[in-house]
Every structure is written in structure tokens, then in C-alpha cells.
T-cell receptor, first 111, second 113 residues
Framework: QKEVEQNSGPLSVPEGAIASLNCTYS??????FFWYRQYSGKSPELIMS??SNGDKEDGRFTAQLNKASQYVSLLIRDSQPSDSATYLC???????????WGLGTSLAVNP | NAGVMQNPRHLVRRRGQEARLRCSPM?????VYWYRQLPEEGLKFMVY????????ESGMPKERFSAEFPKEGPSILRIQQVVRGDSAAYFC???????????FGPGTRLLVL
């Protein structure tokens, strides 16, 4: 079993719709979870961090964490073509807090 | 406040040569992480350093790869006797503390011919 599982996509949504991205992880000890966005040929850019069960909202983005189910999701409201990118789920592992990454979900927002 | 700096942005080497990748963390950040992203693969942790110390190198290949973060100057990832399989994007991230968010540099794209 992979440490972080994401649907590779591509996930295609029309402009203005809600995009829902999901991630499951295997490390029950991990406390910190992150969503990064990566445009093709660019470096990862932090979108959201979440540490507690429940929802965390920042603008058009909402992260949801359920530690019991080992599940974290990202909702993007009012999707824009500029949101088209690969979304990477990651968590901190171990005392040294290295990031363990999923392979990413490719999102395409169609005008 | 400048972000994480990496150079060079692109590096071409022939098999057997050495590659030296540099990373300057954000101001005030003393924790540096190196990650590698192979084509069509996910990001993989390589090494975690603090000033003058390697804290965790569990993701580093056993041979040819080394890293340092001296008291003065940037962190260096060195790859000796490069092979074609080393072709990848190498990203550096920095954070102010071990439990803090990691911010990424633009990466160095290494191509081994």
C-alpha cells in the first residue's frame, strides 16, 4: 500500500463548478497535512495546511481532514481555468517532518 | 523577503561528470529539505539539513550523492559520476522550524546526456 494515495485524474470540471480532490494516507501518527499546487514545469506551491479534524477554509479553497478515516480532501469553489494544475497531497512523517507525497491529481478547468 | 533560491535552474551534464546544485533558504530559515521529482513520478524526500548538520539522509542514494549546509553559504547537493537515471527536477524547500511549513524553490532541472 502506498503511503499517500490520490486519483491521478485527469479531473475535468467546467469553469465555475466545484472541484473535489481526495487523498488517503497510511500513517496514523501524522499530524500535519498539506495541499500543494504544481503547474507544469514549476515548483510546488502551498495551497492549504490542515492539522485538526474538520474543515479549514481559505478563500475559494476548503480542506477537510478526517483522521479516523485517514482521509483529507480539497474543495475548490468557483473553479477558474487558472486552477488547472496538478494538486499534490502531502503529510509530515517522523520527527524530522519530511514530506511524504502523493503522485498528484491533474485538474483541468474548462472555460 | 526573497523566496528560496536555487541555481542553476537548468543543468546539463554528460555521464560521469559531477553536478552541484545550490540552494539558499529564505531569510530566517535554518531548515533545508531536498526532494527529487523523476519524470512522471512523485516527489521523493532525499535529505534534511540544518546549519552544519545532516539530520536525516534516509532518502539519499547510498553512493554518488552527498549534501551539505555549511555555516556560511548555500546548501549544496552534489551528484558525482552522474548517470542518465539522475535526470530529474531537484527541489529545495526551507522552513524556519521543524514543524513549520516548507516553502519551495524553483528547482534545478538536471539533464544527463
Amino acid at each position: 500500500q502506498k503511503e499517500v494515495e490520490q486519483n491521478s485524474g485527469p479531473l475535468s470540471v467546467p469553469e465555475g463548478a466545484i472541484a473535489s480532490l481526495n487523498c488517503t494516507y497510511s500513517d496514523r501518527v501524522s499530524q500535519s497535512f498539506f495541499w500543494y499546487r504544481q503547474y507544469s514545469g514549476k515548483s510546488p506551491e502551498l495551497i492549504m495546511s490542515i492539522y485538526s479534524n474538520g474543515d479549514k477554509e481559505d478563500g475559494r479553497f476548503t480542506a477537510q481532514l478526517n483522521k479516523a478515516s485517514q482521509y483529507v480532501s480539497l474543495l475548490i469553489r468557483d473553479s477558474q481555468p487558472s486552477d488547472s494544475a496538478t494538486y499534490l497531497c502531502a503529510f509530515n512523517a517522523g520527527n524530522n517532518r519530511k514530506l511524504i507525497w502523493g503522485l498528484g491529481t491533474s485538474l483541468a478547468v474548462n472555460p | 523577503n526573497a523566496g528560496v533560491m536555487q541555481n542553476p535552474r537548468h543543468l546539463v551534464r554528460r555521464r560521469g561528470q559531477e553536478a552541484r546544485l545550490r540552494c539558499s533558504p529564505m531569510k530566517g530559515h535554518s531548515h533545508v529539505y531536498w526532494y527529487r521529482q523523476l519524470p512522471e513520478e512523485g516527489l521523493k524526500f532525499m535529505v534534511y539539513l540544518q546549519k552544519e548538520n545532516i539530520i536525516d539522509e534516509s532518502g539519499m542514494p547510498k553512493e554518488r550523492f552527498s549534501a551539505e549546509f555549511p555555516k556560511e553559504g548555500p546548501s549544496i547537493l552534489r551528484i558525482q559520476q552522474v548517470v542518465r537515471g539522475d535526470s530529474a527536477a531537484y527541489f529545495c524547500a526551507s522552513s524556519p522550524g521543524v514543524d513549520e511549513t516548507q516553502y519551495f524553490g524553483p528547482g534545478t532541472r538536471l539533464l544527463v546526456l
